[in-house]
């Protein structure tokens, strides 16, 4: 596709209730990353994928987090039971992994959670 | 480990005038290093990387970014601050490990005054 899509772009869940959020990379993007920004803050680094390689889960903040991509591209974040901590907007990116390059990662417009 | 530090959370500037927004770094070894920025309920779109060579690095907008290595610093500039520059920038690194994990500042938020 032309760029990262996310979705849903805005989500509203019960406190408690199980929620998968959805990254579709750049076609060709081999690395995926998870980010978590809340509301006017930095950038959360949560887990980052890169081709068959074990992915980089340190900064899943709790086991109620989990992420896949299958087939090495689509990705679901998935937020168990949560909480109303759990607000936030979900940003991810994609980039190539170059061996002589490096090139910059590209962002989607991210999805907004928000636990009532 | 490799972290980033924008130690401004705010930086206010006068249209017009120069700007600067900060960012120091730590890696093993040497950095990738880019800078971001976000307008308000948009993405974040990247504005310019560090790799090698040249020390001053020229990107979008008319930013350019000025890296130091002996003071591990990466600092954002413009020349001439546009009202429409306000916005949360963010500065980022990379190692050149290969790992390829990119960790991100806690931003700035620009404001150019009228």
């Known amino acids: 596709g032309a760029g990262v899509s996310q979705s849903p772009s805005n989500k509203v869940t019960e406190k408690g209730k199980d929620v998968e959020l959805r990254c579709d990379p750049i076609?060709?993007?081999?690395?995926l990353y998870w980010y978590r920004q809340s509301l006017g803050q930095g950038l959360e680094f949560l887990i980052y994928?890169?081709?068959?390689?074990?992915?980089?889960k340190s900064g899943l903040p709790s086991d109620r987090f989990s992420a896949e991509r299958t087939g090495g591209s689509v990705s679901t974040l998935t937020i168990q039971r949560t909480q109303q901590e759990d607000s936030a907007v979900y940003l991810c990116?994609?980039?190539?992994?170059?061996?002589?390059?490096?090139?910059?990662?590209?962002f989607g417009q991210g999805t907004r959670l928000t636990v009532v | 480990a490799q972290s980033v530090a924008q130690p401004e959370d705010q930086v206010n500037v006068a249209e017009g005038n120069p700007l600067t927004v900060k960012c120091t770094y730590s890696?093993?070894?040497?950095?990738?290093l880019f800078w971001y920025v976000q307008y308000p309920n948009r993405g974040l779109q990247f504005l310019l990387k560090?790799?090698?060579?040249?020390?001053l690095v020229k990107g979008s907008y008319g930013f350019e970014a000025e890296f130091n290595k002996s003071q591990t610093s990466f600092h954002l500039k413009k020349p001439s601050a546009l009202v429409s520059d306000s916005a949360l920038y963010f500065c980022?690194?990379?190692?050149?490990?290969?790992?390829?994990?990119?960790?991100f500042g806690t931003g700035t938020r620009l404001t150019v005054i009228p």
């Open positions: 560090y790799i090698t060579g040249d020390n």
């Open positions: 076609s060709g993007h081999t690395a």
């Open positions: 890696v093993s070894g040497n950095p990738y």
């Open positions: 980022a690194v990379r190692d050149q490990t290969g790992a390829n994990n990119l960790f």
């Open positions: 994928f890169q081709g068959n390689s074990a992915p980089d």
């Open positions: 990116a994609s980039s190539i992994r170059g061996r002589s390059t490096v090139v910059e990662a590209f």
